[in-house]
């Protein structure tokens, strides 16, 4: 604020006080009148909100009801005998009682008329705030940038740390960025820099096409993707295991590789498998594995007596709906379902051994694995003793229904109690069918031999609902 000129300065020397406040505090925020010693005797403009508690501090000393950082700044502009720092504007902060402090931008106005001294007042809360919520953003800032800088730490040193060999590379240009030293021992002659160089150079060239290929093919894809490859150095077959990153604005790839030999080897070592493959090979229940159309590629003792093969060696090769009761349709039924589900629990058939006619009843359950290297069907089935309590059930009320059928006799023309029969009949069926079926509604009308839309008619003419609520599974 300029020093106001003579004749604006005569002006206001020549009116009171308060006058001289009343006429200020239209353009301030707030107006103290003090006398010499700067007591306050009276505030003006107390309307802003936040500022009425400041009539609290008349009979205050102006210096006192400041805090201690702004009191040499009152003492200066309370004191008449520089008269050029007399309107200079200096920040201070009030200090009002059971209040939080209030900042102020402050100049002085001596009058000479009354021996007056007026404090005109601006409110600076807004650019308070302001700045401490800049403090605050610059301290989390800090924080932020102190808790990365440990966190890299922390991950540098456990990717340097890691008994794996680990490459980052450059999801553009297949350049690798870090590589730790596990990978630089493996994959590249000791004192050669892996760091800069194109991951193509450490890979035999006939397996880079597909590695780059199974890259491309990996991006914005969270799941895990491996590929067999040869190593230069060595020319050692090793694993890569490839994870697709987002660093920011740039793509890159999480490379591990390890040794087909190790893999194998821990595979040897470890206890557990060969338990477990003894166990599936002595269990009570028979276990095969066949390709994803049902072709067999090996199963346990129990299979082989169950369908009185004497050499397992037979079973390689022959499809497994060769031992089903329905054949290619208990077949096609567990193949739809693994389509969508992966995998299916107690779904009964009958196993007819070679040369037999009589089939032995059982319940399959099946699996779909699907790997980087094949996919293969496990079956699990088991001998079950007696039919599932449904089909009882079914059984009786079947009875139950031809009696209350032979009742009508006498009764209901023999034309109107045919067609009952038949309706009965039908339904009946497709309920069997869809339970047998596990509601698959597409192997349901392959088993009665009707088209998928017959079904669908025949389904909503007898009220028989999904209990899924889907039109077609």
């Not at 050029?84 to 201070?92: D, F, G, P, S, T």
Request: hydrophobic fraction near 40%; charge should be negative; charged fraction near 25%.
């Amino acid at each position: 604020m300029n020093p106001p000129s003579t004749s604006l300065t005569n002006n206001i020397e020549s009116i009171d006080a308060n006058a001289a406040a009343e006429l200020v505090s239209y353009v301030a925020d707030t107006v103290l009148v003090m006398d010499q010693d700067g007591v306050i005797e009276n505030v003006f403009n107390t309307q802003t909100p936040g500022f009425s508690h400041l009539k609290n501090l008349i009979g205050k000393s102006w210096l006192e009801s400041t805090t201690l950082e702004s009191r040499k700044k009152v003492e200066s502009l309370l004191s008449p005998t520089v008269s050029e720092n007399a309107q200079k504007w200096r920040q201070i902060n009030l200090s009002v009682p059971n209040n939080p402090d209030l900042p102020l931008m402050v100049s002085v106005l001596h009058l000479k008329k009354d021996n007056k001294i007026l404090g005109i007042g601006r409110d600076l809360r807004n650019l308070a705030n302001l700045q401490q919520r800049l403090v605050e953003a610059q301290q989390a800032i800090e924080t932020d940038y102190l808790r990365l800088r440990f966190a890299e730490a922390r991950y540098r040193q456990l990717f340097d740390l890691s008994v794996n060999a680990h490459i980052i590379i450059d999801g553009s240009t297949f350049k690798i960025m870090e590589a730790n030293s596990v990978a630089q021992n493996l994959m590249t002659d000791k004192g050669r820099r892996m760091v800069g160089r194109s991951l193509a150079e450490f890979i035999d060239m006939n397996d880079f096409s597909q590695l780059q290929e199974l890259l491309n093919n990996s991006r914005n894809i969270n799941t895990p993707k491996k590929a067999n490859v040869k190593l230069v150095k060595n020319t050692v077959q090793a694993e890569i295991t490839v994870n697709f990153l987002r660093e920011e604005n740039q793509t890159v790839f999480l490379i591990n590789v390890t040794l087909l030999s190790e893999i194998i080897q821990d595979f040897k070592l470890n206890p557990n498998n060969e338990r477990l493959i003894s166990a599936i090979q002595f269990s009570s229940d028979a276990f095969v594995i066949t390709d994803l159309n049902g072709k067999i590629h090996s199963a346990n003792q129990t299979f082989s007596e169950m369908t009185q093969v004497e050499k397992p060696g037979d079973l390689i090769d022959e499809p497994i709906d060769n031992w089903l009761g329905r054949a290619s349709i208990d077949l096609r039924v567990i193949l739809n379902n693994l389509k969508d589900k992966n995998s299916i629990k107690h779904y009964i058939t009958n196993i007819v051994p070679s040369g037999n006619a009589t089939g032995i009843e059982v319940e399959v359950s099946a699996v779909k694995v699907v790997t980087e290297h094949e996919s293969y069907i496990g079956f699990n089935i088991r001998q079950i003793s007696q039919r599932v309590s449904q089909r009882g059930q079914a059984s009786s009320d079947l009875k139950q229904t031809a009696t209350k059928l032979t009742e009508l006799v006498g009764r209901v023309p023999l034309k109107d109690i045919v067609s009952e029969t038949t309706d009965m009949i039908e339904k009946m069926c497709i309920m069997s069918a869809l339970e047998l079926t596990m509601n698959n509604r597409v192997s349901a009308s392959e088993m009665l031999g009707l088209s998928r839309q017959s079904l669908y008619i025949k389904m909503r003419r007898f009220g028989i609902t999904d209990p899924n609520g889907t039109e077609d599974l």
